[in-house]
């Protein structure tokens, strides 16, 4: 290492990953909101559990903190269950707008 990079002591600093915010991949989170909206019971348990441990798993790869990959999957299944209300009301807008109940 040069004198130069030595003297601003870059090999003492502290190195950390910062991932991108999963909760932020709006396809991600739309694919798992409407996969879970055409399962239902022990599948979509077992689809929903699949889809976390394998974010945990990708986070766990790129060398992120327990606390970091619990806070990033808590985020994500935040922002799947925030897609899913989001979809139910434009349905139910759609449907109030065209006359039909979700009753009817």
Known sequence: ??????????????????????????????????????VHGNEALQYWKTECRALAERLSNLGCSEDAIRNQVMA?????????????SD???AEAHSGYGLNQ
């Open 1 to 38: 290492m040069s004198a130069a990079l030595m003297d601003v002591r870059f090999s003492e600093m502290e190195e950390r990953v910062v991932p991108f915010p999963l909760s932020g991949q709006a396809s991600t989170i739309r694919r798992c909101a409407r996969e879970l909206e055409n």
């Open 76 to 88: 994500f299944q935040t922002e799947v269950q925030v897609e899913m209300m989001r979809r139910y």
């Open 91 to 93: 349905r139910l807008a």
